[in-house]
């Protein structure tokens, strides 16, 4: 059947069944747990010195212990690998020395993880092109081969290397962000602050809005995307970066891209601890710094809050999920919402009421949901299992709890707020995907890792379009039947203007049925060919009709002569798709003699998938295209 998927200007609480022995034994043993555990002592695991030098990091399996135990000593726990036996993560040197001493076996894997990653870096760019990535490696990496054979989305022409291991300073995003601004100031706001407090050393922190009329604040679900809480976990904020970026290159050609733009009010703040993210880069500015907190100034001489355990809803729950020590890595600061990076987020989120949120950290792989307090389960998670088991599709990301996916207990942190925070806004729901296998993983694998996500950020479109839709009553993530499968419909752009309906002919009918209204395709059987109605105000004479698929190659091409005419005219396109393979096409209608020659969709770099063309402004149409858009074939 052939499904299109394009639309231009027309003209005319579900009950969840609880496992009450499990759930109630799990909590029996947490909070026996917690009474066998010693209680962290600030003296006893100190992650970083009195003074300003950064700590020395090193990957190392712990034996004889758990995640869960480590976290009620007040080291952080909330990456790595899990097993039986041990625990292998990253801590710092002093906790080390310091679980050595209580009697813990330790095997050191790398010596100092910082100097590692940076000296991977620079091996990795070794003999690469200036400004290009370098190969993309795929051995072990468990996700490398869902991605070569998911839907890649192509490479943003402006997603090249950062300068500090490949990943973006603090200046180089900002400047990112500047540089959409001025390419698509329709779409892209300008960068402006997130709130109103600065930094503990005075630093803005920054948002942008994305929006098909930006600067209006319309009656559209807002969705929200954060990145680098954790000052030592850059790869999201390439992530987010990415996606941006390819939201740009593809609106009006890609119907993802399109409808998330045109039907949300999207907001991105990348790097959400800049305090932490610039003193990284003061102290490696090749790469692999691992300070993870803010720059706040504590009593004791302690440095930093972990602004993922600062967040108000159940902060300071208990002393497995944060610490009360300043020391500690998962310090979760003097009280809730202490930090101004929080309070700024916070104040935000309940001025703008967030449908949907991702709050991207690095690494394991995974797509954490709350409850993070607590091993209990939230009201919807039918939903959230349903959205996060089609949102993992492309990377192969575990899904779940902390507790379903590392094991360990969390609190005061931010997807339990969104989603728990019910007083000053109405439920968020909200993810925290973890990225990758590293905290500065290897500069090849960068863009990979990001095409992973971008089908998970463009899902948080659709569920908040269709949450929305379902209010007050709400439930759903997605339906309407997913969406007519999936985004509709990219807007047709230029001068022409087309009837929102789609027809087809088939061999027991003489003529032709309007299947669709904008916004609502449908799937329908294809035998003989594609119909599109369309209105042209301006003399035509004749144009050419040419049909791509999305690796650039033209598939179909045919003269379109409607007969001469001035003024309004309507006319029907037709064609014959009944050899057309499964997959999806691009279509572009170019009136003879109009601009520069169209060149279709052009490709991008190594391993990109094909673009169009940014080649008459706003239109974001092929050079000399007067009328564009996608569909879908599906046998």
Known sequence: ?????????????????????????????????????????????????MGEEQPRYQRARVYGTSALQLTAMGIGADHGIHKPTYVENVFAETELQQLSGLGYAVEILVDDVAAFSAQRAREAFAGTAKGQWPVVPTAGDPAAQLRADADDFVVPADFTPGSMGGFYTLE???????SLHARHPELVSARMPTGSLLTHEGRTQYMVKISDNVSVDEAEPNVLYTALQHAREPNGMMSVVFYM?????????????????????????????PDGYAYNQATNPGGGGMWRKNRSSNAGGSRGVDLNRNWPFEWGYDNLGSSGSGFSDVFRGSGPASEPEIANLVALSTERNFRMALNYHSFGNYLIQPWGYANVPNADQSLFTKAQNRMTADNGYLAGTSFATVGYAAN?????WFYGEQMLKDKTFAWSPEVGTWFWPSPAEIAPQAQGNVLQNLLLGLYAVRYEASLPGAAPLATAEEESAEFPAARLTGETQTHADLAHTDHSHADSSPLAAVGTPVPHPVHTQMRIPVQWHADLGSATIRIYNLTGGLVAEQQWHPGGASGAFSGMLEMDASGWPEGHYHFALIPDGKGPQDQGPQQGGAGQRARTRDAVGAGHSPAGASLQGHFMVVR
């Open 172 to 178: 180089e995003v900002y400047a990112k962000l500047d």
């Open 245 to 273: 970026q390819w939201l740009m290159e593809n609106y009006g050609t890609d119907p993802r891209a399109t409808y998330v733009v045109d039907r949300c009010q999207l907001y991105f703040v990348p790097v959400a601890n």
């Open 1 to 49: 059947m052939l499904r299109f998927s394009f639309a231009g200007q027309a003209s005319g609480p579900q009950a969840f069944l609880i496992l009450s022995f499990c759930l109630n034994l799990g909590l029996f043993l947490t909070q026996a747990l917690q009474a066998l555990v010693p209680m962290e002592h600030p003296a006893a695991f100190a992650a970083e010195p």
């Open 412 to 416: 005061g942190v931010s997807d339990d």
